[in-house]
């Protein structure tokens, strides 16, 4: 048991920080560590991708001067997808910030059901 | 390996078109801006039209690699009837609701925003191309994204407490969403070594004849599905849905409530058709799907009853709606599947009109929507109120309307079907028509109802010839898929069977 | 509460008894009782007399105790989702292939194809380079125009342009004067060090994408990080000289425009086998690898852009 975990450390602590990430995001009436638990969701995710893409004693995916072998080099795709996945967990978490840069501004408020209890009072 | 026809070249400018126009639009000047957006979805309208066309009488589907070198190493797109016929739909239904709500955007969107808005209008039409064809799940994801900003901005074109409310919600929870599916699709990635549909079908089914990796492919299409049923605001997760939808511009809540939401059940509909395979991993999650399905028909109906505004009841009757869209696939047959689309045809049509029509009777009461407010407003906006009515009959399911076939083609699935599956969505059927008439027809009467002290002073009836368009197609549209059911059902069916 | 009793540990004693939010009502308290406008507005100047201190500590025991009755059940709920949910993951990976194996289905027939053709097909030294610029270059085409819909859609939100009046503008600006850096000797000299050596290196990063690791996304996000440098060091009127929202405009809508035209003679050429007349050259040296090195290059600028625009939008709300 032990060992098989020792093997999948980076997968389950990918998928620990996933989970934590998730309930963050679902549950905390705050809107910044929301926003903060969508990254660590993220981050979760990119770790779990990137640690299928690594393969022990192979070289990273930039064809050096003499090796030529496809065997020699990991998979290159997984850094891909996780290169595209930064790029869009990055513009999602600048329009939560905006989002809660207007909400801020406007009811001096973080936590959400205080806002909406605020637009309540404020009427439609 | 052959050229492509000419018309087999239109996909992917289907896509790049709407991503120069988003990139021109954002520098244009606000007329310019909204002309851009008419023309863009105009022109994708007729281009679908052409592709369903040749897929549909040639009865074919074929791909097309976005580079010289297609799958399994390269983007894919693939196009068949259906794929032709739902994007027809979606961009036609975008088309309409930007001209039905053309008025309102002049008043909701100041001059110099209206330029980013035709931004991301045109983005969304990118996106919703993009994922009505793609044939790789990581492109579908990129899109999904997309779109989900793309549908943050548009709730956010009223610039009201309510609607940056509604927006974060709705981000918050469609994060959620698109973290599942992501992770989903990272495990289902790890499991087989694909991207792309064809391959990704093949490994799996290859997987589960050997029985190795069950759990966790089970549960990586078990994470895809949560992320898209939280997305398209099934029963449980549709806490986001009724303030997104009632609040912003007229436009904005008929392309969220008819579009966005369905593209992400298309999506899911080719996850389990083509990635899945009907019988292999798809069963013990439609048991959940079922479920939450079942009692999301009803939930969403008991929900719009208890309303006081009608905004809001037009939105939570979508929850019931997808419930009925999910039940379909929920069957796991291929009749479920085509009921499934085909509902989405006939709710999308209805949808739009309802809330534009809806928009419309809200301005006539002096912009209340509560229902003592709206007595009388079929006098001030007779043709809004006529369209109101016959979208509220075609999600009542009256004969001779979209609803009503496709809720003939569902019980159909289910009696095909058998087993208590079948019992539970009759049932299902029954109780939610009968909870359809008393709040749908309720609102649509009072419309008609007059009002006790007489109005001396008329508004001035303005003529929006736009809208008048818009609201003849739609009602020609709800009637012809209702009169012209079986054809359409038929064409679905084909296409479905050369899905695989 | 006994005012006399908070202590250095109080804010932690605090968020013991009364969960995860109390810190937060504090600082919404504090800044409450600065803040003119929070002054709502169905509250008459009566109703604002009659709040003595003593009703005030009320109101706030009274939101203590809310939160307390609130939070205890939303942490139990919490604890419950994350752990079954992570259960459920961990569960699975167990079952995955391990960390560092060969051999399993990852390690595919699609590896060997990348490794073997990478170099002839697009030119590219690094294979993710080639792959997400060639093979998946639609993905990544998507990719950057979600970075525009983001940079759109905060526009549409914080744009200042959009609903306030030219007064409020003023005054806002003026806010934001007090942040700007006046002479701040240790910042600037650093900065003006520092600066064009960052620049020259996300040029580097960007030019080199094909050859070595980095690419548009990273060399752009160094490039806006220098920009972003200058900015606090010299401020607004220093860096407007040569970056505006016009330049922001034209340089990003011509670098996606560019980006999509490309592609799309790209996918056109690709999926009908016609010639593309675009020389690969030799594998290694900087002019080579097609329109990988342009589609760098473009890439870069719409992400430097997007990168200053949104640190610049959430500061002031405007150019």
Redesign the interface.
């Known amino acids: 048991m032990l060992s098989q975990v020792y093997s999948h450390l980076d997968e389950l602590t990918a998928v620990a920080l996933f989970g934590i990430g998730f309930t963050l995001l679902l549950l905390d009436k705050n809107l910044m560590k929301k926003i903060i638990g969508f990254s660590m969701m993220d981050s979760g995710i990119y770790l779990f991708l990137a640690s299928y893409g690594y393969i022990e004693s192979r070289l990273a995916p930039i064809y050096a001067e003499d090796v030529s072998e496809s065997s020699a080099y990991v998979n290159p795709l997984p850094a891909g997808l996780v290169l595209t996945g930064i790029v869009v967990g990055v513009s999602v978490t600048a329009v939560m910030l905006g989002l809660t840069i207007r909400l801020y501004e406007r009811y001096h408020s973080l936590d959400i059901d205080e806002i909406a209890e605020k637009i309540r009072r404020e009427g439609k | 390996m052959m050229t492509m026809t000419w018309w087999q070249n239109f996909p992917p400018f289907m896509i790049v078109a709407p991503l120069m126009c988003a990139a021109v639009c954002s520098v244009l000047k606000a007329k310019a801006a909204r002309a851009v957006m008419l023309v863009l979805s105009a022109l994708e309208c007729c281009c679908m039209g052409v592709l369903l066309y040749f897929t549909q009488t040639r009865n074919l589907s074929f791909t097309f690699a976005m580079g010289e070198i297609g799958a399994p190493f390269g983007n894919e797109l693939r196009v068949g009837a259906v794929e032709a016929l739902v994007g027809l739909l979606f961009s036609l239904v975008m088309f309409l609701s930007l001209l039905g709500g053309w008025k309102q955007l002049e008043d909701d969107i100041a001059p110099n925003r209206m330029n980013l808005y035709g931004a991301v209008f045109c983005l969304l039409t990118a996106a919703m191309t993009a994922m009505t064809f793609t044939n790789d799940l990581f492109t579908a994801y990129v899109f999904i994204e997309i779109s989900t900003i793309a549908a943050c901005a548009l709730i956010l074109s009223r610039n009201m407490g309510w609607n940056m409310l509604a927006a974060a919600r709705y981000m918050i929870m469609n994060l959620l969403g698109s973290g599942l599916f992501l992770l989903g699709l990272s495990m289902l990635y790890c499991l087989t070594g694909h991207l792309l549909f064809p391959q990704l079908g093949a490994a799996v089914r290859a997987l589960a004849a050997e029985n190795r990796y069950d759990m966790p492919l089970y549960l990586s299409f078990l994470l895809m599905t949560m992320g898209v049923a939280i997305k398209s605001a099934l029963y449980p997760f549709h806490t986001w849905l009724p303030g997104a939808y009632s609040t912003s511009t007229a436009a904005s809540s008929a392309i969220l409530s008819s579009v966005v939401s369905k593209m992400y059940i298309f999506l899911l509909v080719k996850v389990f058709l083509r990635a899945a395979g009907v019988d292999v991993f798809t069963r013990r999650i439609e048991d959940v799907l079922f479920l939450y399905a079942f009692v999301g028909v009803i939930m969403g109906s008991v929900h719009a009853i208890r309303q006081r505004h009608m905004m809001r009841m037009i939105a939570y009757s979508s929850v019931a709606q997808i419930g009925y869209i999910f039940l379909g696939i929920a069957l796991g047959t291929q009749a479920g599947f085509a009921a499934a689309v085909f509902h989405i045809l006939a709710h999308s049509s209805a949808k739009s009109m309802l809330f534009l029509a809806g928009n419309r009777l809200q301005s006539a009461a002096d912009g209340h929507d509560t229902f003592p407010a709206l007595q009388g407003a079929a006098k001030k906006a007779p043709l809004a109120a006529f369209a109101f009515l016959i979208g509220a009959l075609s999600l009542v399911g009256v004969p001779l309307l979209g609803g009503f076939a496709s809720k003939v083609y569902l019980s159909q699935a289910a009696v095909a079907l058998g087993g208590w599956r079948m019992v539970l969505v009759l049932a299902d059927l029954l109780i939610s028509t009968a909870l359809n008439v008393g709040y749908l027809l309720r609102c649509a009467l009072r419309l008609y109802r007059p009002t006790e002290k007489e109005e001396t002073e008329h508004n001035p009836k303005t003529k929006d010839a736009p809208f008048a368009f818009a609201m003849g197609v739609l009602i020609v549209m709800n009637l012809g898929l209702g009169v012209f059911g079986g054809p359409v059902l038929r064409w679905i069916q084909q296409g479905i069977a050369i899905f695989m | 509460m006994n005012r006399k009793k908070r202590d250095a540990f109080a804010p932690f004693l605090n968020w013991l008894e009364n969960g995860?939010?109390a810190l937060?009502?504090e600082m919404?308290d504090a800044?409450?009782e600065h803040?003119p406008?929070?002054a709502?507005?169905?509250k008459t100047k009566k109703a604002k007399k009659k709040a003595v201190p003593a009703q005030k500590d009320k109101a706030r025991e009274e939101r203590a105790r809310k939160a307390y009755a609130d939070s205890w059940w939303?942490r139990l709920?919490?604890v419950v989702?994350?752990?079954t949910?992570?259960w459920?993951?961990?569960?699975?990976?167990?079952?995955?292939?391990?960390?560092?194996?060969?051999d399993?289905?990852?390690?595919?027939?699609?590896?060997?194809?990348?490794?073997?053709?990478?170099?002839e097909?697009t030119g590219a030294?690094?294979?993710?380079t080639g792959?997400?610029l060639?093979?998946?270059?639609?993905?990544?085409?998507?990719?950057?125009?979600?970075?525009?819909?983001?940079?759109?859609?905060?526009?549409?939100?914080?744009?200042i342009?959009?609903?306030r009046d030219e007064e409020s503008r003023l005054k806002r600006w003026e806010e934001e004067r007090h942040y700007e850096p006046e002479h701040d000797v240790i910042l600037q000299s650093a900065a003006r060090l520092l600066t064009p050596l960052i620049l020259i290196f996300g040029l580097y990063i960007i030019v080199n994408g094909h050859l070595?690791?980095g690419g548009g996304?990273s060399g752009g996000a160094v490039l806006g990080a220098g920009l972003i440098l200058y900015q606090n060091a010299f401020g607004y009127e220093k860096i407007e000289r040569f970056f505006t929202y016009k330049t922001f405009?034209?340089v990003?809508?011509c670098s996606?425009?560019f980006y999509?035209?490309a592609?799309?003679y790209?996918?056109?050429t690709?999926?009908?086998?016609?010639d593309s007349h675009i020389p690969i050259g030799t594998?290694g040296n900087i002019l080579s690898g097609g329109l990988l090195l342009p589609l760098n290059f473009v890439v870069g600028c719409v992400?430097a852009c997007t990168m200053y625009a949104?640190f610049t939008?959430?500061r002031k709300g405007e150019f």
């Open positions: 995860g939010n937060d009502a919404q800044l409450r803040d406008k929070e709502l507005p169905e939303y709920l919490a989702t994350a752990v949910l992570i459920l993951l961990m569960e699975a990976v167990l079952q995955m292939p391990k960390f560092g194996a060969a399993t289905l990852i390690d595919s027939e699609l590896t060997e194809f990348y490794v073997e053709h990478t170099k097909e030294m690094n294979i993710v792959i997400i060639d093979y998946r270059g639609f993905d990544t085409l998507g990719e950057s125009h979600v970075l525009f819909i983001a940079v759109c859609t905060v526009l549409l939100m914080l744009s342009y959009g609903e070595s690791p996304f405009r034209w990003s809508v996606l425009l999509s035209l592609k799309g790209h996918f056109f690709g999926a009908n086998h016609l594998p992400v949104l939008m959430f």
